[in-house]
DNA sequence: CGACCCCGATCCACCGCCTCG
DNA sequence: TCGAGGCGGTGGATCGGGGTC
């Protein structure tokens, strides 16, 4: 800053301002002198004394329970992208759902003085958010919602309900459900609104059916493994993650069923690799990126103190080889 | 900190000096009631503060292409289990493999003091690493490997061969590559060490049989579409990556033929969900999670001026149904 | 012609921590 | 163990010069 302001031949200060999004009380020829010698110095301000100074390290924090999860990376990408145009870096945290490290990897955020946080990996049986709530760090849910927080997230409860209505026009009258980890909302309310469509269709899904063995692919072998031990098999599964559907698809393969023959199959989130399995699985997709940006323009809002609402993206039913190609036993094929 | 030494009642060096790791020139007694007293309030360091006058942000970026490959955000999570057992954090930044995108990119982390990078996503036709070295900051690469540069990644020329001899000693004469992106040295090196090994069998790859899209599921299938247009048709295919060989299996799929019966697929990586595809993937495993711990170490060890050597990590080879299943037309079965 | 005002630039104290003397 | 200075920006307070009535 020194060494601009020299060139340019002005204050130090006045190079500050000048260098300032929209500089005040500055002559345009002297801002542009000072950005010209910024420029040609190739001058990077430094981020720790601004921080220090104006309270603000422009950084902020994203908790997820593991990066490697498809839905959440693709998320990611989107709160990236938004970050990075409003001038912030993210620092993601991997909260491996445990919530000991959950805690540790926010007071690493807190200490790094970040401006707020996106919870992406909330649990309806922690505390991350009350606390963050209580120490007055700003935050937004992503992905998964919990009551009484702000929050940008699939409406999953139709989202389970579509599968549903999908697998019912079809004609299935039995199915299971890979359902996911039960203290999240995803697993939760996209198992709720799939059971209540099959309710309502007067064919409630008993409890036995309904496998909450956790996300991901082990997590939905687990969760096919323990639905191929009940008997009488139904004719559809639904999971409610696209990762934690292709496990199901090696538990369902090993126990000598193929999906999209004899056993239809319904994922959640629509990722990228859906569409190229070798049955094209049908899927429940979810608008992530849109989700990243979002959530990342409310963290901006609450940061500048505005109140944000919490907002629920509109699932959408990809019909895919996955239910479409597979025979339902005793009953007419739809017309 | 003020608030810490009146605590302690101490003067507020002596008790900056209580709390660094290994306190010097104080007494244990003042030490323990300055920790004491830390702990009572919540005290958190202001790391910009810190920063600003050490110089040290502790703060490492990573470079990756897109954060949504698998096989990345894997070795990402080593990275950042590494950084965060060290006390530092990393920010990671998508370069989505656009050199100007990249450099920016970079100019973000610098202005952010970040002590140093590792680089995930080195390209050889770009120069972020000459960039890096000029500048003086330490840095490391990942994954994928630059003459000159130090780098942990896995042998992958010695990985192509791995498949190569898998699918020789199968029976196979014929066979396509996935090429990936030809300007990295996984696409490079994986192809390399693949044809060389049928080379040396005599049975050369023709350049029209290898497929150089790039990575990832839509990369993949593009592959496989071209590689469906040469004919005669080859009895097996390498995608260098898993989640191409998942987009080679779509589009081998729509041209007709089935992966593990008629055609026989190695992947690379082995991902978790290699194994649970309808027909299991033979992939070329990589330990990634290895791989980003050590990075880590390594650009520690940069950081803290010693000399650091490029590390190969071994693959190994992954057989299941996607080879094994698959019949060798004119030829016999290996004994 | 003098008093006043306003704009552009400058001055300086300070953010919180670290470390030398 | 204490005291003080400074890391590098920031922004409120202040100053000065030129135009205006």
Known sequence: MQDVA???GV?????SRSLAESPV???AATVARVRAAARDLGYRPNASAAALRTGSSRLIGVLVHRLTDLALSTMYAGVDAAATAAGYS???ANGLDDPAVRHERVDALLARGIDGVILADARLDDTVAERLERLGVPYVLAMRTLPGHASVSTNDVEGGRLAARHLLELGHRT???AAGDALTSTGRDRTAGFRQAFADAGLPIPDRYVASTGFGVAAGHRAGELICRQGPAPSAVFAVDDLTAVGVIGALRDAGRT???DVALVGYNDV???AELPVP?????SDRDQMGRLAMQLLLDRIAGRPVPSTLLPPLLVPRASTLGASVPGASPPA
């Open 281 to 285: 699985l049908t899927s429940v997709r």
């Open 175 to 177: 199915a299971a459900v």
């Open 259 to 261: 999906v999209g023959t």
């Open 6 to 8: 020299r060139l340019a």
């Open 11 to 15: 204050h130090p200060s006045t190079a």
């Open 272 to 274: 990228e690799l859906a």
């Open 90 to 92: 993210a620092v993601v």
């Open 25 to 27: 009380r500055i002559s």
